[in-house]
């Protein structure tokens, strides 16, 4: 379980402090997929960044699995990150002189973890990338190259993955393909995740949605339509 406590984060001071996040409490329970969403600069990409420990709050907790991020020293939050912790990026992160294979192993080659090979294969026929294991990204398309970073991530069988945009450069198809990949590795693996997203399409992949307004938790919408959460994005729109 992921969980935040009264979540702030302060950009610089004085009178020109930008305050980001202004309390932010959420509980994210292990095996669910939650979206995150509002308007630009209400503080999802510094929830995220906090939340995943690639940057510190200026107060409140981070408790992933029971531990307080807050209290870890730079080179043990640096462990967790790689340990415990999976990225997907709307860009993809891959190394271009390694094939499919080589990209997926190389995180637990890096970390001195031993790659469980059945796992492995299994990941990657998962994502439908069973017959380009000796390909490199350059022979890929974006979502081919998408579902090797997912794949990348989930076999290292991280606690939670977080997902920033991970659908933002794609087209509707290879997005909805993504899409479903990463609802499925939550049913059929129970794994966490947690996405930033301004798609309702995508966030109706979701379980839960949490919508953020000016740093705050403004509401949460389970088991979302994107009909929903267009409707909630655009009445939140006419309040501002
Ligand atoms: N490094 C920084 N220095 C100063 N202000 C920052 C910094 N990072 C973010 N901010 C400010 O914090 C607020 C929240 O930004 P954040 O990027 O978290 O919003 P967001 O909801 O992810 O926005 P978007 O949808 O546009 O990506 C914004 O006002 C932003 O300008």
Not at 76 to 99: A, C, K, M, P, W
Not at 111 to 138: F, K, M, N, S, T
Not at 158 to 184: C, K, N, Q, Y
Not at 214 to 236: F, K, M, N
């Amino acid at each position: 379980m992921l969980r935040t406590d009264a979540l702030t984060k302060a950009y610089g001071g004085g009178p020109g402090t930008v305050h980001a996040l202004r309390g932010l409490s959420v509980v994210i329970p292990a095996g669910t997929f939650t979206a995150v969403m509002g308007p630009s600069g209400s503080g999802k990409s510094t929830f995220l960044h906090c939340a995943a420990g690639l940057d510190r709050p200026t107060s409140g907790s981070v408790l992933l699995g029971g531990v307080d991020l807050a209290g870890l020293s730079e080179a043990r939050l640096t462990e967790l990150r790689r340990d415990r912790i999976g990225f997907v990026f709307q860009s993809y992160n891959l190394v271009s002189s390694l094939t499919v294979w080589q990209n997926v192993g190389l995180p637990l080659r890096l970390a001195g973890r031993r790659i469980d090979q059945e796992w492995a294969r299994e990941v990657l026929a998962h994502v439908g990338l069973a017959e380009r294991l000796a390909h490199r990204p350059a022979e890929l398309s974006g979502g081919q190259r998408q579902r090797v970073a997912i794949a990348r991530t989930l076999v290292a069988r991280p606690e939670v993955i977080f997902a920033d945009e991970p659908t933002g450069a794609l087209d509707t198809e290879s997005g909805r393909d993504v899409l479903g990949l990463l609802r499925t590795a939550v049913d059929t693996y129970r794994q966490t995740i947690v996405m930033v997203t301004h798609d309702p399409v995508a966030a109706a992949h979701a379980d839960r949605v949490l919508f953020l307004a000016d740093g705050r938790l403004a509401d949460t919408l389970d088991a979302p339509s994107a009909e929903q959460v267009a409707a909630w994005l655009g009445g939140l729109g006419s309040r501002c």
